[in-house]
Nanobody, 120 residues
Framework: QVQLVESGGGVVQTGDSLRLSCEAS????????IAWHRQVPGKERELVAS?????????EDSVKGRFTISRINAKNTVTADLQMNNLKPEDTGVYYC????????????WGQGTQVTVSS
């Protein structure tokens, strides 16, 4: 099993910054892609940013230039941080971390989510 623990959400004002952190731990050979997603009520969960094992990154268009994803690979854990700058009200939502773990099979695991609220 792979556990994902997220932290760093909160309530901020427009233009502020937040840093989210996701730590993946457990039984895996490697974490291929680790990503952050956002979900707001009534809408589907959407990919915000992802980073692969070779550090290749992708961003949703609305966060390019404002958000930066990074990862640290340790022996039994992988940590992915999402630095969010110049936050806007439309960034509000529950942020979920996902990790694609290479085990005997390749499986995707999810964190419990952390709320980010940006007030205008």
């Amino acid at each position: 099993q792979v556990q994902l623990v997220e932290s760093g959400g909160g309530v901020v004002q427009t233009g502020d910054s937040l840093r989210l952190s996701c730590e993946a731990s457990g039984a895996f050979f490697a974490i291929n892609t680790i990503a952050w997603h956002r979900q707001v009520p009534g809408k589907e969960r959407e990919l915000v940013a992802s980073i692969m094992n070779d550090d290749k990154v992708t961003y949703e268009d609305s966060v390019k230039g404002r958000f930066t994803i990074s990862r640290i690979n340790a022996k039994n854990t992988v940590t992915a941080d999402l630095q969010m700058n110049n936050l806007k009200p439309e960034d509000t939502g529950v942020y979920y971390c996902s990790a694609e773990a290479r085990r005997l099979t390749i499986d995707t695991f999810w964190g419990q989510g952390t709320q980010v609220t940006v007030s205008s």
